[in-house]
């Protein structure tokens, strides 16, 4: 069967990839688009687990937005450069924390915490944001003429869930990104191993066995992310590695017995 004729569902591109590595000739047979394809899907589904799930847990844990807002935030207000409330906040969770305190005149970098994934802190002249790794920083009086309370925040609740899908659709981009390279990186490794084999096979294909070689390190990593890092992220990534080298030279190994086949592919 040539190239242009095999198709395989999406599913069991899945279980190919994760628990059949004799079958990767019949993956390797696809056309291109459809691993394309099937790294696309897959990006949306990596990208749901980790961020819908936790975004939509977080929310619901939250008693939802308008809730937050008006029953479990303090009255507070953000009025000529200063904030003011009644009480302080703190809410951690799954590695994220939200915190606010009038009486502490201004929150700075040595006040982020390094084990945690995402930071909220506000003081009473400004509020520091700490997102993947980077720090970004509001000052209260660059807000001119502006009012900010309970209220205002439940106004802003559309705006937030647009922002939300539209960051949705950008990290689905980012994490297609970021896939497509891991499998160049992966299909260069494989040219190694196929000169030592002598195993016959084009960029294009290695290329191919890159997106489906990492597959499960992929998902496991998701589910680790979401679940706040129980592997920390410097073992995982090592651990992932080579879950997704193993893969890739067996994916390869199966083609020993379909070299007499090769000149079909």
């Known amino acids: 069967m040539n190239e242009e004729n095999m198709k395989i569902g999406m599913i069991d591109q899945s279980i190919f990839a994760m628990s059949k590595t004799k079958e990767y000739p019949s993956l390797v047979k696809q056309k291109m688009s459809r691993a394309l394809s099937f790294a696309l899907l897959l990006s949306i589904l990596l990208t749901m687990i980790t ?70 802190l506000i003081s009473k002249s400004n509020l520091l944001f700490k997102d993947l790794g980077q720090v970004f920083e509001i000052q209260f009086v660059d807000i001119p003429l502006a009012t900010i309370n309970n209220q205002s925040l439940v106004g802003l609740i559309p705006y937030i869930h647009g922002i939300e899908i539209g960051m949705f659709f950008v990290l689905v981009l980012a994490t297609f990104f970021r896939y497509l390279v891991g499998a160049v990186g992966y299909a260069l490794v494989g040219m190694t191993f196929t000169s030592m084999q002598q195993i016959p096979l084009t960029f294009s294909e290695l290329f191919k066995i890159g997106i489906y070689c990492k597959v499960f390190s992929a998902l496991a990593s998701a589910i680790n992310e979401t679940l706040g890092y129980p592997i920390p992220f410097e073992y995982w990534y090592s651990i992932g590695m080579i879950i997704s080298l193993v893969y890739l030279t067996r994916g390869i190994a199966a083609h020993r017995k379909n070299e007499p086949s090769k000149g079909s592919m």
């Open 51 to 120: 961020y819908i799930v936790p975004m939509i847990g977080y929310q619901y844990s939250l008693g939802g937005l308008e809730n937050f807002f008006t029953e479990r935030i303090p009255t507070f207000s953000i009025e000529k450069g200063e904030m003011t409330m009644d009480g302080t906040l703190d809410i951690q969770l799954a590695g994220f924390q939200l915190k606010a305190d009038s009486q502490k005149e201004r929150y700075t970098k040595e006040d982020v915490d390094s084990d945690l994934i995402g930071q909220v």
